[in-house]
């Protein structure tokens, strides 16, 4: 079966530090693979979305990058917080052709003070 | 633009019948999925539609009219267990789903 793993599970940082989170998919193969932000009581924000290894689209212009250097590994990076960059960040991963049905990695918790 | 309107709220007893409702704006609209997600949880997947009419799944129903740009989910039988957030989500075809901001459902004893 399938599993999504992400950690660190909660994160405080302070502002201007650098951050990287990491994503891997175990199971699947060739998965398309999502990082999502949550701010708190809101919907989900598409940040990025890979299709393959190295191929990686940016939906929201700001000061977060995402790598793909493994096919079943995602990373989501900055390097340098804002507070505004605080949230709930999550990974998921759909069979190519599928997006609709995505599943979700439990999700890192970040506050940026 | 893209969005998807839902109720921000939703409040039912237990036992009773709650339907979500979900009206979307997308270009390049394929279908609609529902997502629950427990405070503090990840979303799961619980539906999608691509073509109009009732899908069942259990408890949960989920409907879709293209012609009104309108779907909603059912849930019967309400238990405890269900109050959580809901969301629709459009799938454009690509590789991208847009998600609605997400109706909070409390059910109460």
């Known amino acids: 079966s399938q599993t999504i793993h992400q950690w660190p599970a909660t994160l405080v940082q302070p502002v201007g530090s650098p951050l990287s989170l990491e994503c891997t998919v175990e199971?699947?193969?060739?998965?398309?693979l999502y990082w999502y932000r949550q701010a708190a009581g809101r919907g989900l924000q598409l940040l990025f979305y890979?299709?393959?290894?190295?191929?990686i689209s940016s939906e929201v212009p700001q000061n977060l990058s995402a790598s793909r250097p493994q096919d079943r590994q995602f990373i989501l990076s900055s390097k340098k917080l804002l507070l505004s960059d605080s949230g709930f960040y999550l990974c998921a991963w759909s069979v190519p052709g599928r997006a609709h049905e995505q599943f979700f990695g439990p999700g890192t918790r970040l506050t940026v003070l | 633009g893209q969005s998807l309107e839902q109720p921000s709220e939703v409040t039912a007893v237990e036992g009773a019948i709650v339907q979500i409702n979900c009206t979307y704006q997308?270009?390049?609209?394929?279908?609609l999925s529902w997502y629950q997600q427990h405070d503090g949880g990840a979303p799961t997947f619980l539906s999608y539609n691509a073509l109009d009419g009732l899908e069942e799944t259990g408890r949960f129903s989920s409907f879709l009219s293209r012609s009104d740009s309108y779907g909603y989910l059912l849930l019967q039988e309400l238990q405890m267990k269900d109050s959580a957030s809901y969301f629709c989500a459009s799938d454009t075809g690509g590789f991208k789903t847009i998600f609605g901001a997400g109706t909070r459902l409390f059910v109460k004893a």
């Open positions: 997308t270009s390049g609209f394929y279908g």
């Open positions: 890979s299709v393959g290894i190295g191929q």
């Open positions: 199971g699947t193969s060739n998965p398309n």
